[in-house]
Nanobody
Framework: QVQFVESGGGLVQPGDSLRLTCVGS????????VGWFRQAPGKEREGVSC????????YYADSVKGRFTISRDNAKNTVYLQMNNLKPEDTAVYYC?????????????????WGQGTQVTVSS
């Protein structure tokens, strides 16, 4: 199964920024939505943001609105997540995946082709 590859995580201090990168394949980017998700230790995986690869429509969870920005480069089969003003509660493993139906939303069950994730740790 073709999977995404995430990168860009790291250890940062509160208030810092990171940009995560999610690289897929042409298969993923045809008529789909690509989403970012995160999972903290002991918690369920939750949706963070998503973007339509066809028209660029986006969705953000309330917890990240105004701080995170999702974008795409279809020519590179890549989706980015710019994370600003990071908080300790943003600490998690961040994953990307695709909804082949192209729905706008971050319902985990709708997504497939999960990557291995990239760790983001926000700590002083």
């Amino acid at each position: 199964q073709v999977q995404f590859v995430e990168s860009g995580g790291g250890l940062v201090q509160p208030g810092d920024s990171l940009r995560l990168t999610c690289v897929g394949s042409r298969f993923h980017f045809d008529y789909s939505t690509v989403g970012w998700f995160r999972q903290a230790p002991g918690k369920e995986r939750e949706g963070v943001s998503c973007i339509s690869t066809s028209d660029g429509s986006t969705y953000y969870a309330d917890s990240v609105k105004g701080r995170f920005t999702i974008s795409r480069d279809n020519a590179k089969n890549t989706v980015y997540l710019q994370m600003n003003n990071l908080k300790p509660e943003d600490t998690a493993v961040y994953y990307c995946a695709a909804d082949p139906m192209g729905r706008i939303g971050v319902t985990v069950a709708f997504y497939d082709h999960w990557g291995q994730g990239t760790q983001v740790t926000v700590s002083s």
